[in-house]
């Protein structure tokens, strides 16, 4: 059996947390309405609730106010899309990089096996401007993998500025829309989201948008102006990126203590950060990466459970994302990249390090990196990063974590 202790020989409580949240919530979930596992397992116990809806912006589609983030292969896994659909997650997302196209090709084995499903789901891909410009055929590509006619909506995949939004793609949008392939229009980003937001707003015909947002950034006050903005223009907003991690791997007491604070009131600290931002009503859904049953039946239960968050408890958490600040990379990236004649593609690079060191999924923040640009690797060992770091408003040591990446994602 592993020991809850450090190094010295003191009670590790960060551990003694994890572990026993872990405990509490079993490991297994028993059958679908949809397809049987063979052999029976424990039951994961989820609230009895339905899982909340709500229109996703002007367009009164109704989704779950809990997404299925498509991040990972689930070309085999065929009982996590029948407990999502058993449970009321019906917005599952997905895109053509995710997997290589396995997450897209999963998605599309089951809805071979149960057609009768594709109408009870609200389904997302997206197409990155930078693997390509041809949006016709890709879609065309995605839709086969996915073994549907259509998406629901569709994403321009990780803008990192409004002007790449460009008037044709307004064009191409119309058309696709026409022709049945697509019925909303929309991006994602990781970088620079509030000019991007604010920028979106303007645009009548942005239907959608995926963007970072957490406990640490909705209490700033540009943000709260840019999703107030895109509220108010009709846009359906989904949330990513909720868990609020940052490049920087923390261990400060105070994490530990928020945690047993929330353990004690019978959920966990990963399960108050979301609640925190469904308590924003202009979110549509949160889109959260759930490659396993027990993650997915946890924040199932959070879905349904919100309002157990008190106000003291969302006060806790701006505590910490301000005592922690200096942790996490808020994806401004204009104002560090802007320093150097060539793009250094900083805040990618800051994701990478916090899928490595926050998510602790090595496979994804690696796959991540090789997306990237081929000379990254050169510039992030070889540039002074001393004015990128004293343009940072959270005084990140950039440099630093730039050369860590340059070691551990390779």
Known sequence: MSSHRDKSGKPNRREFFKKAAAIGLGASV???????????????T???????????GRSDIMVSTLSLGGMFDILNNRLLLAKALDWGINYWDTAEFYGRGRSEEGIGRWFARNPHTRNQVF???????????????????????????????????????????????K????????????KLFGFSTHSNMEECLEGAAKLPWIDGIMFSYNYRLMH?????????????????????????????????????????????????????????VWQDKRI???????????????????A????RLSK???ALLAQYAEETSGDYCAGCERLCSEVFAERVPISDVMRCLMYFHSYQDFGLARSTFETLPTQTKELLTQLDFGAAERSCPRNLPIGKLMREAATLLV
Request: aromatic share 6%; charged share 25%; proline share 5%.
């Open 30 to 44: 028993g059958g679908s309405s949809f397809w049987q596992p063979h052999q029976a397992s424990a039951q994961i």
């Open 46 to 56: 989820i609230p009895k609730e339905p899982m909340p809806r709500k229109p996703f």
């Open 123 to 169: 389904l997302v891909t997206k197409l990155s401007p930078r693997r390509g410009g041809d949006f016709t055929s890709r879609l065309e590509e995605s839709l086969k993998r996915l073994h549907t006619d259509y998406v629901d909506l569709f994403f321009v995949h990780g803008i990192r500025s409004i002007n790449e939004i460009e008037s044709s793609l």
């Open 171 to 182: 064009s191409w949008a119309h058309t696709m829309k026409k022709a049945g392939k697509i």
């Open 220 to 276: 700033e006050a540009r943000m709260k102006e840019a999703v107030e903005a895109c509220y108010r223009a009709g846009i359906g907003l989904t949330a990513m990126k909720t868990q609020g991690g940052g490049p920087v791997k923390s261990d400060s007491e105070s994490e530990i203590e928020m945690a047993g604070r929330f353990m004690q009131k019978g959920f966990t600290d990963s399960q108050a950060k979301l609640m925190a």
């Open 284 to 302: 549509a859904s949160i889109c959260s990466q759930m490659p396993n049953l027990t993650i997915m039946a946890t924040n199932a239960a959070a």
């Open 304 to 307: 349904v459970e919100q309002t």
């Open 312 to 314: 003291s408890d969302r």
